[in-house]
């Protein structure tokens, strides 16, 4: 099972969350708008500077860069 991080993906790209490096504050916000171990995201935009955007249950969110490379992701 080969594994990354969020931030290392390139746009387009689909991937299952499988954990997060390190806790605080920002997993609880994390979770409620739908970033859950398990869950399917795609890669909207990374175009290898400020925020990602993602898709996660049908929605567009974008993600920190510092926050994305903390998601652990497995490429799909």
Known sequence: ???TTLDTLPSGAKARIIGFAHGGGWLYRLYQM???PGAIIEVVANYGKGPLIVRIMG???AVGRGIARRILVQPL
């Open 34 to 36: 739908g970033f859950t």
């Open 1 to 3: 099972m080969m594994q």
């Open 59 to 61: 929605a567009e969110v």
